[in-house]
């Protein structure tokens, strides 16, 4: 029994670590923006994941686990949500980002600015 334990505890703290894909996409038919998302890292790696509004789509840097990223995010309080955010650099354009933690921060289309996005898990990652 106790190896039982000890072998879900390890299963579920695995998965706790584990990243999740979305594609997601506005509901306004006249928009039709879409991407894709991964948020969360894997058992080797850490993801922060956001919008960048200079590209214009979904970005995300990496960097090893138990280590620090290459370019260390900007620490801000978030009076909105009611907590301290980070923003990252995209690879790309060298353009600030907002980390996104979850799936359902994502809200608002940046392309319409509506309350209509909807996303769908498509992916699981370690």
Known sequence: MRSLCASLLLLLSGAA???????????DAKCGFTTSIGIGGGRMFEEASG???????????????????????????????GRVREIFRCKTCEGPFVKIEQIEEMKHCP????????????????
């Open 17 to 27: 670590s584990a990243g999740t894909g979305y594609d997601v996409r506005c509901e």
């Open 111 to 126: 392309k319409c600015g509506k309350e209509s996005l909807k996303a769908k898990r498509t992916l699981m990652y370690d």
């Open 51 to 81: 919008y960048c509004p200079k590209c214009a789509k979904c970005v995300s840097v990496t960097w090893k686990r138990d280590t620090k990223p290459k370019t260390a995010p900007v620490r801000f309080w978030d009076t909105i949500v």
